[in-house]
């Protein structure tokens, strides 16, 4: 349990739940690890540059949300903003020193900045408010 929390709260990416074949490392904050000069060639190169010319359709965020301690996260939570879903919780845990929920999202571009308040749909069926915070989260 220590390690799944600290994980959320250091930003640390989990292979099939914040990272699938569907995502890019530009969104998932991995953009330093990548060479985008055309320097070096590698598989994906051209696609990875196009998409930083275009800028990224959404980025990996910091949830931090109210509640009892949520449930564990087994399947996607979705995150609202209105109506409209921007992004989906794949991790999510108590922090016992934050005294808070917190979880990691990929959220839409336009619903990024930080502060921006959202509602958490977990498991349960519960609407927790949150906001988009920067991580690693302290």
Not at 13 to 37: H, Q, W, Y
């Amino acid at each position: 349990l220590h390690l799944s929390i600290r994980r959320q709260r250091q930003m640390c990416i989990r292979d099939s739940n914040e990272m699938t074949r569907e995502n890019n490392p530009l969104e998932i904050g991995l953009d330093k690890f990548c060479s985008l000069d055309g320097s070096i060639d590698y598989i994906g190169r051209q696609a990875l540059e196009k998409i930083a010319r275009d800028g990224v359709a959404r980025k990996i965020r910091g949830i931090i949300f109210d509640g009892e301690a949520c449930p564990t996260c087994s399947i996607p939570w979705p995150v609202m903003v209105g109506q409209q879903q921007v992004g989906q919780i794949t991790s999510g845990i108590w922090s016992p020193r934050l005294k808070a929920n917190v979880g990691q999202s990929l959220i839409e571009r336009g619903f990024w900045k930080f502060g921006q308040e959202v509602v958490v749909v977990t498991a349960d069926g519960q609407h927790r408010q949150g906001k988009i915070v920067k991580m690693p989260m302290s």
